[in-house]
């Protein structure tokens, strides 16, 4: 079985594969001070809850966002997991030509997940990564990373309103009864929930201009199927495919 993990500046997110089928998967939260032993621990735990022996992991394959991170969770993997991880960088096999000005300050997982587009569903295409930051990656006909934008996420943009608005309180990112709100809570959940469906359409608009008509339009993170219920220019909703990605380049690399 081959473990993908993927460290997100807000989650570490963990899928056990079978082949190619994805089975058991976590979310764990970053955090700079945990200890290589915390984070072994926790993927202990997670093995025995999920039923599965240690020992029927046969490799690991990372990519990473936090450098910070990458060292301690590499040091718990081969600790605890016995297994010295694939991590995803300048000297890996991914199959996607970058076509970025420097390729080298692409991050790992918008290239991991142009690698699954590509082998997945194809380009042209338009990732949308609904994370700590709300990324659109554009992938050529023929799978070549070509760029993108990178916008702040939702929970940044609501934190932001929260901390330098004094009479605005924390609320619930959740559907309004309707975008002209008749009350605090509903104005705000109407300019976060339907000012983000706006950007998306507005950018995913400004992408196919140069991509063309047939570009595919791929939803990824954690908050994509909140956002594609309000638009139907998000075609398809892939919630792993950043781990997807990972397995894909693993099968490269062996």
């Known amino acids: 079985m081959l473990l993908a993990v ?10 056990l594969y ?8 976590w979310r764990v939260a970053t ?7 915390e984070y072994g621990l926790q993927f202990i735990g997670m093995f025995q809850h999920a039923g599965i022996p240690i020992s029927q992991l046969t490799g690991i394959c990372m990519a990473s966002v936090v450098p910070p991170l990458t060292g301690k ?7 605890y997991l016995q297994k010295d991880p694939l991590v995803v960088d300048a000297g ?19 290239i991991v997940d142009a690698a699954a587009v590509q082998h997945l569903y194809g380009g042209p295409a338009c990732v949308v990564d609904f994370g700590t930051g709300t990324t659109f990656d554009a992938i050529t006909a023929s799978g070549e990373y070509l760029g993108g934008a990178i916008a702040p996420g939702i929970g940044i943009a609501a934190e932001a309103l929260f901390s330098r608005a004094a009479k605005l309180s924390r609320v619930d990112l959740q ?15 109407s300019g976060l ?3 983000y469906v706006g950007l998306v359409e507005g950018l995913v608009a400004r992408f196919r201009a140069e991509l063309g008509p047939e570009m595919k339009v791929i939803g ?13 220019v998000i075609e398809i909703i892939a919630p792993w495919l950043t781990l997807d990605g990972l397995r894909i380049i693993w099968g490269l690399n062996q």
């Not at 969770?73 to 600790?79: L, Y």
């Not at 970058?98 to 390729?103: M, N, S």
């Not at 559907?175 to 959940?189: D, E, V, Y």
């Open 6 to 15: 993927d460290i997100g500046n807000t989650n570490v997110t963990l899928g």
């Open 73 to 79: 969770i590499v040091e718990a993997c081969r600790v």
């Open 175 to 189: 559907r309004p009864p309707g975008p002209i709100g008749r009350n605090t809570t509903h104005a705000m959940q």
């Open 18 to 25: 079978d082949g190619d089928t994805l089975g058991p998967r």
């Open 220 to 232: 990824t993170g954690g908050l994509a199927e909140i956002i594609a219920k309000e638009t139907d």
């Open 92 to 110: 890996v096999k991914t199959g996607v030509r970058v076509l970025y000005e420097d390729p080298r300050t692409v991050g790992a997982d918008r």
């Open 31 to 37: 955090n700079h001070s945990s200890m290589p032993d």
């Open 193 to 195: 929930l339907f000012g």
